[in-house]
Nanobody, 128 residues
Framework: QVQLVQSGGGLVQAGGSLRLSCTAS????????MGWFRQVPGKEREFVAA????????YYKDSVKGRFTISGDNAKNTVYLQMNSLKPEDTAVYSC?????????????????????WGQGTQVTVSS
């Protein structure tokens, strides 16, 4: 049984930092593309960041480039999302996801349909 268990998140002031973690079980982490998405009530889920299964390529939503970093630890079967310089508009429920490898392109990694497994979601709230 595949599980993605998230930790981290919470409330932070604008300009602050948070790190989200997503630990996978039931799959070989290093063989999957990993992604982070976020969703605000009443809006569609949106892509935030992704990392190819090899870790050689990363992709980001334009508005988080230079502030967010996705990384992975194969030994721990864990992917991270380090979020710096947080803004109120980053407030959302963040979810990690795992998907079988796809051709390397932002369009592929930004599609939620690429991912077959999802974490439980964690709230990130940035106060102004």
């Amino acid at each position: 049984q595949v599980q993605l268990v998230q930790s981290g998140g919470g409330l932070v002031q604008a300009g602050g930092s948070l790190r989200l973690s997503c630990t996978a079980s039931g799959l070989t982490f290093s063989l999957y593309d990993m992604g982070w998405f976020r969703q605000v009530p009443g809006k569609e889920r949106e892509f935030v960041a992704a990392m190819t299964w090899s870790g050689s390529n990363t992709y980001y939503k334009d508005s988080v480039k230079g502030r967010f970093t996705i990384s992975g630890d194969n030994a721990k079967n864990t992917v991270y999302l380090q979020m710096n310089s947080l803004k109120p508009e980053d407030t959302a429920v963040y979810s990690c996801a795992a998907g079988l490898p796809a051709p390397k392109s932002l369009s592929n990694y930004a599609r939620s349909g690429h991912y077959g497994f999802w974490g439980q979601g964690t709230q990130v709230t940035v106060s102004s």
